[in-house]
């Protein structure tokens, strides 16, 4: 997945929880508009998408408030007075912590800020498989061999196999809407 693809889906995810691009491009950036395609383009050609991205717009509109926020908490090490009087190393094992939060934008600035790829960081929020075209192209080239009939009693309930679901074809919703 390209970085222009990435800022699009980010974008878009933004602008469902209520992001006005448009306003915040011409404002925050001092550049005319002339499209979103085009705007989208200049900020990643420049690396301007780090203005988005660190913007308090962008991030409480994309972080909703209230939501729950999933985390990583490191392994640790620290050392700590025992109860005998030694002084003790305590490593703590990485654990996952589960909260929600009114300003977990705030937390999400920060972890983002300390990331090496902001872009990454972010990506790990988004439900979109990278590797979807190479998925796609591996299941477009595999035989599927059709399965032979089975006999089944008259009088048994047979179960119906699920359909595979077809992949999407085309833009999604939220950026076929206008940039407001």
Do not use: C
């Not at 974008?11 to 085009?38: C, D, K, Q």
């Not at 090496?116 to 080239?141: F, K, Q, S």
Request: glycine share 4%; net charge positive.
């Amino acid at each position: 997945m390209t970085r222009l693809e990435l800022l699009k889906i980010v974008v878009g995810r933004a602008r469902t929880n209520g992001f006005e691009f448009r306003r915040w491009y011409t404002t925050r950036m001092s550049l005319p508009w002339i499209s979103a395609e085009a705007s989208l383009t200049l900020l990643e050609s420049q690396r301007r998408y780090y203005a988005l991205l660190f913007s308090h717009e962008f991030a409480e509109s994309f972080w909703k408030p209230g939501t729950e926020i999933t985390f990583q908490v490191g392994d640790t090490s620290f050392e700590r007075r025992m109860a005998d009087g030694t002084i003790a190393t305590v490593t703590r094992k990485p654990f996952v912590r589960r909260s929600a939060r009114r300003d977990a934008w705030r937390f999400h600035l920060k972890e983002m800020a300390l990331a090496e790829e902001p872009l990454r960081y972010i990506r790990r929020y988004l439900a979109v498989d990278e590797e979807l075209d190479e998925d796609l192209a591996a299941a477009t080239v595999a035989v599927v061999k059709p399965k032979k009939p089975r006999k089944v009693a008259s009088n048994a309930r047979t179960r119906a196999t699920p359909i595979a679901r077809p992949l999407p074809e085309g833009l999604p919703e939220f950026l076929k809407k206008p940039y407001a």
